[in-house]
C-alpha cells in the first residue's frame, strides 16, 4: 500500500474560528497567573537575600518546591487534590491561573534574587552617604537598575507560561490545545488542526517577544 498524506488547506481553514475562541482562556491563565507571579516573585525573591533565616529558609522552600516539580504535577494537585483539603471543587480556570501563578512565582523570585544581587554595593553605599534610608535607597536607586537586568528573564519566563497553557487541557479548561482537541473529535483533522494551533501559539509568543524587545530598548535608553 502507498500511503499519500496531502495536507487539508480547507479543514484549517475552516478550523480557525473554532480554535480561536480558546485565545482569551488562554490569555486570561498565562497573563493573569503572571500578574500574580510577578508580586509572588518580588516577594519571595526578596525574602530569600534576606539574612533572616525565618525569612529565608520558607522563600528558599517554596522556590525549590515549585521550580523542582512539573507544573502538570501542580495544576492536577490543585485542581483534583486540593477539594480533598478544602472540600469544595476547584474551577478549572482557577486551578489553572494558580498554577500558572505559583509556578512563575517560583522563577520570577529568582530573577528578581539575580537582578537585585547584580547591582554592586556601592550603589546602596552612595544612597546611605546622601542621607537616604536603605528601604528609600533599595527602591529609588537600586530596585530600578535591577529591573532593567531583569526585563529580558521576565519576558522570557512570560513566553514559556503562555506556552504552559497548553497542559491545561487535561482540566477541561477551554484554551487554543482543549478547542483543538475538541475540534479534531468531530473532524479527525488532527494534522491541521495541531498545525492551526501551533501557528496561534507562535503568533502570540511572537507578538510579546516584540513588545518586549521595544520595551527592553527603551529601558536600555533611558540608562
Do not use: C, H
Request: glycine fraction near 10%.
Amino acid at each position: 500500500m502507498e500511503f499519500q498524506f496531502q495536507f487539508d488547506w480547507q479543514a484549517a481553514i475552516d478550523s480557525i474560528p473554532f480554535i480561536i475562541k480558546g485565545i482569551p482562556y488562554t490569555l486570561l491563565i498565562s497573563f493573569g497567573g503572571l500578574v500574580i507571579g510577578f508580586a509572588l516573585g518580588i516577594i519571595f525573591g526578596l525574602l530569600s537575600i534576606n539574612k533572616k533565616w525565618f525569612f529565608k529558609w520558607p522563600a528558599t522552600a517554596y522556590i525549590e518546591i515549585f521550580r523542582g516539580t512539573p507544573i502538570l504535577v501542580q495544576v492536577l494537585f490543585i485542581f483534583y487534590g486540593l477539594p480533598d483539603l478544602i472540600g469544595a471543587p476547584v474551577d478549572p480556570l482557577t486551578a489553572g491561573i494558580a498554577a500558572i501563578a505559583l509556578n512563575s512565582g517560583a522563577y520570577i523570585s529568582e530573577v528578581v534574587r539575580g537582578g537585585v544581587q547584580s547591582i554592586d554595593k556601592g550603589q546602596t553605599e552612595a544612597g546611605l552617604s546622601l542621607g537616604l534610608s536603605r528601604t528609600q535607597t533599595f527602591w529609588s536607586i537600586t530596585w530600578p537598575q535591577a529591573f532593567r537586568r531583569m526585563i529580558p528573564p521576565l519576558g522570557n519566563q512570560a513566553i514559556v507560561s503562555i506556552k504552559d497553557t497548553s497542559l491545561f487541557s487535561v482540566i477541561g479548561v477551554g484554551e487554543l490545545v482543549r478547542q483543538g482537541q475538541i475540534y479534531i473529535a468531530n473532524t479527525f483533522t488532527a494534522f491541521e488542526v495541531y498545525f492551526v494551533v501551533a501557528i496561534l501559539y507562535l503568533a502570540i509568543t511572537l507578538s510579546l517577544s516584540l513588545i518586549l524587545r521595544l520595551v527592553e530598548r527603551r529601558g536600555l535608553a533611558s540608562v
